[in-house]
Structures are given as C-alpha cells and as structure tokens.
C-alpha cells in the first residue's frame, strides 16, 4: 500500500472514529434522558443527525481514497546469478546489449567445476562478482594478487568467460579477456562447461580475442573457433555511427567517379563503396564497410546522423530511391522505410541546431617560420591548431615516441598571397553570390576555379627565398629528403570541429620549388567542397578562415593509422583506446576504403584485444622520385602491431592526454619506424554535435 493511500486510510477511520463517538454520545444521552426509573425507548433521532454531519466527509474521504487494491505479491528477489541458462529468457534476464552485441559473463570455479553466470548489469566485471559473491572480502592488495594469478597460464581458482550474442548476424561465441593468457586445456575446460550448462551451447564457437589467443586457438581439437575478422568480414551489416534521420534517398551508382558528385544536406544516400570523404547529408549506408575511424564516419559523428555498412544494401532498399525516408541504424540492425507525415513534419520543423564553434582570433602579423619547438598550443592564432598542438607536444618532452621535425607557415603569408593576386576580393564576390550560395554544381565549378588561381598565382620572392632557406635547414641539404606540407587552418582540429579530411596533405615533397608548389595546393584546399560545405553547416564565417601550414619531415613508414583514446561504442569505458593500422604510410587508413587492422587497447593493464586484421593486397610507400607509390603488401594477413607496439603506442597516447584538458578524448595519427613511434597529429576526437534532422 502506498504511503498516500495509508494516509487516506487514517482519515477514513478518524472520521468513522468520530461517528462512534457520536452514536455513542447519542445513545448515552437517550439512555439517561429520562431520569429515574425505566428507561424509554431508544430513538434514533440523535444518531441520525450525528451521521448526517460526518456522512459527506466519509463520502468525500472516500471519493479521493479509492479503495485499497488486491493484495499485490512482492517480486521475488533479484537473482544475481545462476548455474544454467536453460532458456532464451535465462540468457536476457543476465545480460546486456551494447555495440550490436548482446553479452553475460561467466565464472567457472576450478576446484568444483561450478559455473556462474552472473547479471552483468549488476556486476559489470567478473573481478567484481568474485570479490562480492565468492571471495566475500575487500580488495587488499594481497587479495588482488591472489585474484590476478587466474589471468596466468597457472590459474588457481577461476576461469573467467564472456558468453556474446552477434545480434547482427545471430551467431554465438565464446571468449576471455584478451589479456588472459589462457592455455588450449583451459580453453577446453570452459567451452565443454559452458555447452552443458546453456541451453544453445551448440551453436556457441570459441572466438579468440588476441594474437596470443589465436596461437592458441589453432592447438585446440573439437572446439569451433571463429576470429573478430572473420566476424567483422562476414558479416552482412556493420554499424558505425547510430542515430535516426529523414531524408530523401539517393542511389549512388557503381563506377560514378567521386569527384563528380554532390550531395545535399536532406539525401540519405545508397552508396556501392565507402567514399574517402563527402560533404553533409543526412544519413549515410555503404555496401563495402569503412571504418570507425576513417575520415566519413569521423564526420558523421559529427554531424550526429547514422551511417552503416550494409552487403547488398543497393538491392534491397534502392526501389525506394527519390522517397523521403525514415532511416534508423543500431547496433542490431537498421531500418529504412517511407517516412510517415508527421515525421516529415516534425524535421521540417526542427531548425538546423545552433553552433558554438569559435575560431581563435586570427594573427596576421607574426612572419617569422618558426619550429615546432618553438611552438605552443596559444601560437593557434597565426600557426593553426596542428602546428600548435605538435608543439606543444614537442614541449612536453615525453618518453617513448618521437615528432618528425618541421615548422610552421603562418596565416600571414597565406593572407598576403590572395590580396597579392586579387583573390580576397573574388573570395568575397563568391560568397556574396546567391547562385553561388544556392546551387551546388555551380559552387562546385567555381571552387574548383578559385582553388586553380591560388596555385597558379606566384609567391611572392622574397618569401619564396626564406621558404627554400628553411626547408633547406630542414632536411639538412639533402635533395632526397621529402617533407609532408600538411594544412594546419585555424579552422581544424579544434574543440567541436576536428575538420578531419577537409584540408589537403601533400606527401614526401622534394625541392624548395616542389614545396612552393605543394604549398600553394594546400592553401587552395581551404576552398575545398567538402571544407566550405563542412563550414556552411557549422555556421561557421568563411571570411575569417585561414591557411596555416606545417612542413614537416617525411618518415618512412613501416606502420601506421589513428589511434582515438575513446572505446568504440561503450562510452562508459574510460580506460579503452581504439586503434587502426596499416603496413607502409598511412594515407589510406582514413580513407577508410579498406579495412584496416583494428585492435582495442586497455591502457589500465595493456590487453589488447583484436578486431580485425588488414586485408590490403598492397600498401604505400615514399617514391624515390617524390610522392608515394603503390607496392605489394607482404605483411597481408599478418598483424601490423605485436604486442610491444601496441603497448608503446598506447603508453604514448595516455601521456599525451596530460598535455591537454583532460575531459578531452584525443584523435593521435602515429607511424612506426620498426619499433621507432612518431606522432605526426594530435587533435580533438569530433563528438556529436546535433541530432536526427
């Protein structure tokens, strides 16, 4: 019973209290209204007008009290682990979905051989349940030494076992924590455990979750196994940024040259490959998977709109090509069907979110083309955010990695370029233009007109003199050493908008002439489609955007990728790092047109457990002649990062993380020498910033 209907309860019998009282005092006074001798008969004279002053307040209590339920019985109290999952229900009512995957845990005690499936929404990890529901103690430290040794190959007591769901393509497997270091009986033990005690035990494989555990895998006799691999590339649907949005749908054919196309801000587009970039759209499904990391579903994040890989997603959706749509993507799937009325409605109704990017304060004055360590993160006014916070990198000094040295191109010489030649004022024309503004094939054309007449315009001589000077000094004199010119806009790699992608990067430049050239290239690329259309949406005001640059020296790489310090769909998890590799240069990694290796890092006790492995027939190298070519992959199908990298890089990343605000999650572009690691960018890893539109 609640608390008010108690109280409602307690009035009721006050006033029905009050009654008595008051037929008792009427029949007192009837009783000894007559005197002496025998008593007169009772009347009810006096009781009916006692009820009548206390009758419309029982009605009223009544009225506002409804009467007391049927007796509800209490709920049993909650289990909080079992020995069986004997039922579909058994295996919900212990488990959670997150990422597409539907998972519970289970402890297998070594000494009794029981097994204990516990609720993973009360226990989030199996150190927890053991200590509070077996050991029953607190954690000491020589409690946890005691627990840890079961992560060994010598296990004392447990083995501890995830049971996962693969909602997506309903299969089932089996796994330990990538950093146990489990042998092929253990293994054994558990799977032969774990069948006889769930109730679909025959359709569960062993999924090993490491490069060790895959060793292992290999020795193992009657057990299934399957890897995150071949997981991640069978199946029929990958998602890579949830959410939900209306809007018309596109199909994108096969063989359509990218550089043709535009978008528009309303299109859910049916793409037959992922794309290396778009502009905005709505929502995004690509027939061949791309990657959490690559630069389209960066900015997906960030745009706040769905964006998947579906197999044949063309056939079975493309008959509804030109209707405004509803799309919605989960990690268990997506739909995609005629948008209702209302639901049109309501995203014609709902204004374009407001933006709070702010664009430091541009610097026009500082001239000189200074080092990367001579720079710190306020130097973002005239040298840009990639240059400043490679600085103050440099700064920090940290162990463990190195940044390939180079200097900065500040604002002013980019500003002085386009009023040299005129193309300030043609800037303002353009963005003044209702055409320009409204039509996107013909912004498109003229873009591309504005971006040939900034690198066709001549730098001016004198800076061309210093700019050979310093690259001079950079490579040391030596005409065969390249240098990357890569944008470093004061619009980029900021809080709330990474730009990733938007800009150009011109790779292994040779010759002060060659990085004039390149140089040019990449202050036209602040006038890239997909950079203005990135801008517009963000409100951002053309006119105060600015090309920076940063001219750094090429290293040869033998690995690289990104590395974001955020797990990949659980945003609970702070102590998780996502990383992407590839052999050679690492141009394609954001790309995202390959699947690259993808691993998760534990910066708490360095697990690390793989996702996928790279599937690249070839990788880039440094072209003797300047640039890159393409050359067979002799690592294909073998991993990219052992363990020791992983371990270094990681390391690295957690110390970077102390040079910025540390409710930042961290975007780190890395490449590996050998074992030798360089850090080449560091930015903001892009949040979402708006929602379905």
Known sequence: ????????????ASIVASVALAVAACRGKAKDGGGGGSSPPVTTGGLDAAVAVVAPAIDAAVAVVPPPPDVIPAEPPRRLWTSRLDSAADFLAYSKELGGERFTKFVIDLKSDAVYYFDVDVYAIHKDFIFKELYKTERTKAANRRFDKNYGPNKTEFMMCYLVHHLSSDRWTMAFWEGDIVTAAQVTRAFKRMQATFFAGDKVMY??????????????????????DQLYKSADYQVFNPGAAV????????????????????????????????????????ETFSTPLAHVSLRARAWGIPNVGQKGAIARWGAMAGQVVWFEAT????????????????????????????????????????????LRAADITAYGSKAANLGEIVHGKLAGFAVPPGFGVPIHYYDAHLKA??????????????????????????????????VAAPLDPAFATLLA???????????????????????????????????????????????GLALKQVWASVWNLRAYEERELFQIDHTRVYGATLIQIGVPATAAGVLVTVHPTDPSDTVTYTINAKSGLGLRVVEGQKVPESLLYDSHNHGLRVLSRSDEDTMLVFDGQGGVREVPNPMKGKPVLDNKRAITLGTA????????????????EWVFVGDDLYIVQTRPYGDRLRGPN
């Open 653 to 668: 990343a957690s110390r970077i993380k102390t040079l910025f605000p540390p409710d930042r999650a961290l975007d780190i």
């Open 421 to 454: 030649a005129g193309l300030d004022g043609r800037v303002t024309a353009l963005l003044a233009d209702a055409r320009f503004r409204k039509d996107p094939a013909y912004r498109k054309g003229e873009l591309a007109k504005l971006r040939a007449a900034i």
């Open 1 to 12: 019973m609640t608390r008010a209907r108690v109280g409602g309860v307690l009035i009721v």
């Open 207 to 228: 999924r090993p979750d490491s490069t060790y555990q895959e060793k292992v895998a290999l020795q193992l006799k009657g057990i299934p196994v399957v890897t995150n």
């Open 331 to 374: 990690g268990a799937g997506m739909t995609l069907r005629p948008a209702t009325p209302d639901e049109i409605a309501a995203r014609d109704r709902r204004a374009t979110a407001a933006r709070s990017v702010i664009l430091p304060t541009a610097d026009l004055a500082a001239t000189e083309l200074r080092g990367l360590d001579a």
């Open 469 to 515: 000077t310093r690259v001079g000094e950079l490579t040391g004199g030596d005409p065969d050493r390249g240098v990357f010119v890569r944008s470093s806009t004061n619009a980029e790699d900021l809080p709330g908008f990474n730009g990733a992608g938007l800009y150009d990067t011109i790779p292994n430049v040779k010759g002060a002439d060659a990085v």
């Open 247 to 286: 809007g018309t749908l596109r199909v994108v054919p096969a063989g359509v040259d990218f550089d043709e196309l535009t978008f528009g801000k309303d299109e859910i587009v049916l793409l037959p490959e992922s794309l290396p970039d778009i502009s905005p759209v709505a929502g995004i499904v690509s």
